[in-house]
């Protein structure tokens, strides 16, 4: 039972990265996906969380309007779309899934999801 993200590297401000989070040995598509940053020297962060379905998709203030997250339970894999990437940004990103269908609440509560991605590195400079 592993989650497997990618999608992460070294873009310019003002740039796009697009993570993928998929997971080995069971199914996605029954559990709210988590997304979460850490900064260096920062303590994790809640970024964004969408629910099995779909139908509910939460962002944290500081992202919205340049992040977007989405899925396809047909190829098992949670999508988080990040343009107008600002220096800030940089950090480690993880995926993890929430213990149900749902989101928490509060959705960037770290202690409120299960299994966790490896973390994938987005650097962003000039």
């Known amino acids: 039972v592993q989650l497997q993200a990618s999608g992460g590297g070294l873009v310019q401000p003002g740039g796009s990265l697009r993570h993928s989070c998929a997971a080995s040995?069971?199914?996605?598509?029954?559990?709210?996906i988590g997304w979460f940053r850490q900064a260096p020297g920062k303590v994790r962060e809640g970024v964004s969380c969408?629910?099995?379905?779909?139908?509910?998709?939460y962002l944290v203030d500081s992202v919205k309007g340049r992040f977007t997250v989405s899925r396809d339970n047909a190829k098992g894999t949670v999508y988080l779309q990040m343009d107008k990437l600002k220096p800030e940004d940089t950090a480690i990103y993880y995926c993890?899934?929430?213990w149900g269908e749902g989101c928490p609440a509060p959705f960037y509560r770290d202690d409120f999801y299960g299994n966790w991605g490896q973390g994938t590195k987005v650097t962003v400079s000039s």
């Open positions: 993890a899934t929430a």
């Open positions: 040995g069971f199914s996605l598509d029954g559990y709210g």
């Open positions: 969408i629910t099995s379905s779909a139908r509910r998709q």
